[in-house]
């Protein structure tokens, strides 16, 4: 044990991107830093033994031209990817990243995109023997939205085959599914998702908000959620988002002890590349159902929002490998995942997840 966390990701997009520079910025704060120093931007700076700084990527999968065959540390600055840029220097990590089978994960709308997805000629690799070899210890699945069958294919690589830990990111249900629940726990694999709240992002806002209105007992109407950006995802958002409309939905009304017309809703924009913006619109009723109405707007860059998520799970992930814990880890799903297999409130899940790491509760 060395104290590292290898992690291999597929899909390097916007996501990988923010995650794997985010991850430098914290290692060169790490090495300029004053003793006590507070470290900015981290849900944890530590859980268990493991810094953000101990996350290590040893293999990366795309399907894109401009990325199979490069260096990772490369392949996360080239189109379409616009994510925010941290002043970090990358140095070569050393991976190379592989081809996938494509299966859905390039539908036509995103070869329509002004920077199109280039699918390249290259051989899909052995996914599963890749994992094997490089020692990845858990995958993380940052597919684009609606990669039905490819996030499928990855999850039968990372769980059954390989047997390693693995983070869904997207909204495909796969954490929630019994068949990989099963296959997890035979394989004692921690598996999270599925798909993830953001740091501070509209799931985690709608959701604090909607506590609020059930803890004072207004009543709700009408809500509605609007998020737009302008990168690839926004794109495939708004051309296949069922799943992610799911997701976000349920993640707010299972809240709520009685129905109510909830919608959310994506536009692309394109000159705003990964700075996304959230519109919260409310109607409902307080005493004698009076009417009251209220609006919140939230701008924050997308990719990295989702980064400070992915560096706690991994940590979690890495914290149930140590304990040789497979199946589904319900605490950390319950407070990271916008569609975990169980929902409860985020104040409860927060203590579940104390629990978790100091060994007082299993999963
Ligand atoms: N940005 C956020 O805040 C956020 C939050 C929650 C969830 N997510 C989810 O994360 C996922 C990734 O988002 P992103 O912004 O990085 O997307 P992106 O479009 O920037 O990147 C997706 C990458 O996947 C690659 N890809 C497509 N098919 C593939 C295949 N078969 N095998 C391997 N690679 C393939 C593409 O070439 C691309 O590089 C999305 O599903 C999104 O819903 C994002």
Redesign the pocket.
Known sequence: MDGKIRAAV?????????LISGIQWYKEFYTRAKPGERVPGLMHETIGDYKVSDIEFVAA????ER?VGQDLSEAIFTE????YKYDVTMGKSGVTVQ????????PDH?ATFDIP?K?SKSKPSDVAKVLKDSGAELLL???????AK?AR??ADAAIKEAKIGYFN????LIVCDREYQKAAQANKVPIVGD????QL?GTAINRAFVQLLVDKGINIQKMYQLNY?G???F???CHRGAS?HKTKQEAVTSMVPYKFPMDTGFSHVRLMN?R?TMYLWFDGGNFGNAPLHFEAKLEVE??P???G?VVDVIRYIKIALDRGLGGVLDSVCMYYA?HPPKQIPDPEARVRLDEFVAGKRER
């Open positions: 597929v899909g390097i997009g916007n996501c990988a991107n923010s999968f795309d399907v894109d990325k379409a990817n616009m994510a081809m996938g089978p494509v299966l859905d994960g390039v995103l997805v699918v699945n940052f597919l684009p939205t609606g990669s490819a294919f990855y990111g997207m909204p495909e798909d993830a709240k953001s992002g950006a990168n690839t995802d794109w495939n958002l992610k990964d996304k997308d990719s929002n989702f980064a998520v916008k």
